[in-house]
């Protein structure tokens, strides 16, 4: 009870406090100097125990209110698709219920914890986009695009109502990188290749998220974008000078407007992982950037430093990590660093100026003296997914526009026509918001799960109706109907960070079944608009060619309705919103850099600032067609941290034999298969299968495309499928592998001796030749399931890849299991 008196005195005496930018209902604010003061003088009254507890930060799947009653631990975070309850659709109460009962168990000291309160933090990157009906804004790069400070701040503070609407007191934004190679997996995070334009945003939004009593992040220092080869978690090899000049123009203007948290980057420099390093972390972030906040590690971005652990690194530590992101293994790390402490690995005074960085913000912020999260999250909950953030969310989707081409001044359209619609991403709200949408991964979703949102469909649906013309989607034009131009609209499944990252930059390659659409109505001389949704610039010279209009729509979020306000006119004929997106990076003109693949695509089709208007008509040339190399083998990845390309995860049993499994898994309606997340190398980058049958029928899992694929030359070169695996539990009835070439087209093999014969809770690199499944009846000419496990009985495994390869190089080879044409 010590520390709630002291915090009682403390309250009186700073509640008259109001800081610039606080209205006076708003909770009051610390200044520095009393917000030190006060930290200072509870640090004094904290055991080495408690300290420590208010440097960890768990996972609130992974951590219970009983947990932060017990152990003290200074704050939660709920990571890319976790939620209350572990169910998607929570309500915002039962975000708000969450975030009390964390905060009443925080305060209380029964169980010998200080009593201070937990601060929650959430990714909210392009609004509140973990929870269901909030406003989802277009992704950084096309807010990069549309170039106005003002309005990225509006959006700012509009995500931050919207978070603390929920409970939540602290977002991981804003990401400040400078994407220079777009094979990077997080170039939608980066506003632009222009430090200076990224550095024009950061300021304003970190004083618009504060000003909303929400702690900001700026994000991640540094050199996350700046990677040899754009590989995520990869080496930044610049020198000093130019690191923090080119990757840190972002941290001077948000440091300036007092932001409260910086987070370490994933990254190395040059050789040394960024999470452990002190020049960086402290002698260039504080002594020479000034900065004075507290420093938070990314999710287990200890554990990557060199002889750490996730939950190991009293490296970081003493580098300037004030809080240690451990989602999981957070009990462990806790103990392992007051043990540390007390063995001298690291001084107590380090831990001292850790715990006073964090209390000194709890107080600035309003933390201490807030109450319970749900007194100021439900007066609020009206603004989760309001109309007034939903117009301005559309507001910016029509001024992120890029207009690439516009022959004949197609654009913009009449609505008194007739259209025909085409393309996967037409009426799809999940692929039109990218990552980081509900999901960490943006996948498994619904247009359901949007039930405020619209779809590009949508839009056009709305501004044709209006005016009595006609949209065609889903149905054929009736004969005799003359269709004034054909919308298609196409691009990039969601991804997140290293499930993004790609080789080169060609679109679709060997596969072109987006350019095989645009050619098909392309023969019958009709008018082409392509609207491509993508989280980065890439080569689609071809696509380009192929069509009469072609609009960069990057990832607009859950007002796709935004894109046809501009891509027609009134019904008067007079523009309805002008194209005034201008390119935030430079279009390529290739697919990988003519001299050294390894370096970022430095040819440009349209360069940095380009973007038509529709009163502008210049005829665009015929891009070249012909890439600079061919894959550099015919492998194809079929999983890697998630399922890639256009393969999906299913599982089934007779029950239903077609389940997809969503991004946190799934289960047979029988429960005699389940499929969950796990983390191998990489936050979420395997899953756990687990098979619970009686033996009487068997369950399956399995990758497959709707469209079937040629891998003849890959079998008839020695090709195989290659998977990475640890045994969880051996089998105890019959395994059997199967390749399908639409079934019942199928070869089907028994691994069942194999799997018995593998060390468990030992990651094994297994290949079968695909020349197995040939001889046991697949037509490799058609394959649509590449991959298919399936028992009747108990086994579980953990699998983390699995790819078509031309040649084994380093997996062991099995011989040609048993071979039997499958029959199920």
């Known amino acids: ?187 939608y995070e980066s506003y632009s290749s222009d430090p200076q334009v990224v550095a024009s945003y950061a300021g304003g939004m970190v004083e618009a998220m504060q000003a909303e009593g929400i702690v900001a992040t700026t994000k991640h220092f540094v050199g996350d974008g700046g990677t040899f080869s754009g590989v995520d978690r990869g080496d930044t090899r610049l020198s000093l000078e130019i690191l923090i000049e ?145 117009a301005l969310a559309r507001d910016a989707v029509r001024r992120s526009l890029v207009l690439l081409k516009n022959d004949n001044q197609l654009l913009p359209l009449d609505p008194a026509g007739h259209y025909l619609v085409v393309g996967e991403g037409a009426d799809n709200i999940g692929m039109q918001s990218g990552g980081w949408t509900i999901s960490w991964q943006g996948t498994g979703n619904t247009n359901a799960d949007f039930p405020t949102g619209t779809s590009l469909l949508d839009g056009f649906v709305e501004q044709v109706a209006k005016a009595g013309g006609k949209v065609y989607h889903d149905e054929p034009v009736p004969e005799g109907v003359e269709v004034d131009a054909v919308i298609a609209v196409f691009g990039e499944s969601p991804y997140a960070e290293t499930q993004g990252d790609i080789s080169s930059l060609a679109w679709q390659q060997p596969n072109f079944e987006d350019l095989a659409l645009l050619s098909q109505y392309q023969k019958q001389g009709l008018s082409i608009v392509s609207v491509f949704l993508s989280g980065r610039p890439l080569w689609v010279n071809r696509e380009i060619n192929a069509s009469t209009a072609f609009v960069a729509a990057w990832l607009p979020g859950s007002e796709g309705a935004g894109v046809a306000d501009v891509l027609f006119r009134q019904a008067d004929g007079s523009v309805q919103h002008e194209f005034v997106g201008r390119l935030p990076m430079a279009w390529p003109s290739a697919d990988i850099n003519g001299n050294d693949r390894d370096l970022a695509v430095v040819d440009a089709a349209f360069s940095r600032g380009y973007g038509l208007t529709s009163d502008m008509s210049p005829q665009v040339a015929l891009l070249n067609e012909e890439p600079r190399s061919k894959p550099l083998s015919l492998d194809r990845p079929v999983f890697a941290g998630g399922a890639r390309g256009q393969w999906r995860l299913y599982l089934g049993n007779r029950l239903d034999w077609v389940i997809a499994s969503g991004p946190r898994g799934g289960s047979t309606k029988d429960n005699q298969l389940s499929v969950s997340v796990i983390d191998r190398r990489v936050q979420e980058d395997s899953r756990r299968v687990e098979w619970t049958g009686d033996g009487k029928r068997p369950s399956q899992i399995y990758f497959r495309a709707d469209i079937p694929i040629n891998i003849k030359e890959m ?88 790819t078509l390869v031309e040649k084994n190089s380093d997996a062991k080879l099995l011989n040609c299991p048993t071979q039997e044409v499958a029959s199920l």
């Open 1 to 187: 009870m010590r520390f709630l008196r002291f915090l009682a005195v403390l309250t009186l005496s700073i509640s008259s406090v109001v800081l610039p930018g606080c209205s006076d209902d708003q909770s009051p604010r610390s200044t520095d100097s009393e917000a030190e003061q006060a930290a200072r003088a509870l640090l004094e009254t904290l055991s080495l125990e408690q300290k420590v507890g208010q440097m960890i930060q768990g996972e609130i799947a992974h951590v219970t209110p009983e947990d932060l009653r017990k152990y003290g631990l200074g704050s939660v975070l709920n990571g890319g698709g976790s939620f209350p309850g572990g169910e998607k659709d929570a309500s915002i109460d039962d975000w708000l219920a969450l975030a009390d009962a964390f905060y009443l168990a925080s305060i209380d000291t029964s169980e010998g914890s200080a009593g201070i309160p937990v601060i929650w933090g959430t990714d909210a990157v392009h609004g509140h986009n973990n929870v269901v009906g909030a406003t989802l804004f277009p992704h950084n790069i096309g807010l990069g695009a549309a170039g106005d400070p003002a309005l990225v701040a509006a959006i700012s503070g509009a995500t931050a109502r919207e978070v603390k609407a929920t409970g939540i007191d602290w977002i991981f934004a804003p990401t400040v990188a400078v994407a220079r190679d777009y094979r990077w997996g997080r170039t």
């Open 246 to 390: 080119q990757h840190g123009a972002g941290y001077k203007p948000a440091i300036a407007a007092g932001v409260q948290t910086v987070m370490a980057s994933f990254n190395s420099w040059n050789g040394e992982k960024v999470h452990g390093n002190k020049q960086l972390l402290t002698d260039v972030l504080r002594g020479d950037l000034g900065f004075d906040g507290f420093v938070v590690s990314d999710w287990n971005g200890i554990g990557e430093v060199k002889d750490c652990a996730d939950d190991d690194c009293p490296q970081a530590i003493n580098a300037g990590i004030d809080m240690v992101m451990v989602p999981e293994d957070w009990l462990s790390t806790l103990e392992n660093l007051v043990a540390q402490v007390r063995s001298g690995v690291i001084s107590e005074a380090r831990i001292d100026e850790a715990v006073l960085r964090i209390l000194k913000i709890k107080f600035e912020s309003g933390l201490m003296q807030r109450g319970l999260p749900s007194k100021e999250g439900r007066p609020l909950r009206s603004q989760v997914g309001s109309e007034e953030h939903r």
């Open 715 to 802: 079998s008839a070169t020695g090709g195989a499928i290659v998977m990475d695996i640890r045994l969880v539990q051996k089998p105890v009835d019959l395994v059997k592998m199967r390749m399908d070439c639409t079934w019942p087209c199928s070869g089907e093999l028994d691994v069942t001796e194999h799997l018995q014969g593998l060390e468990t809770e030992v990651w094994h690199r297994l290949a079968i030749p695909l020349a197995c499944f040939e001889a046991a009846g697949t037509n490799m000419g058609a394959v649509d399931v590449p991959f298919l496990m399936s028992t009747p009985g108990v086994f579980t495994i953990d699998l983390a890849e699995v």
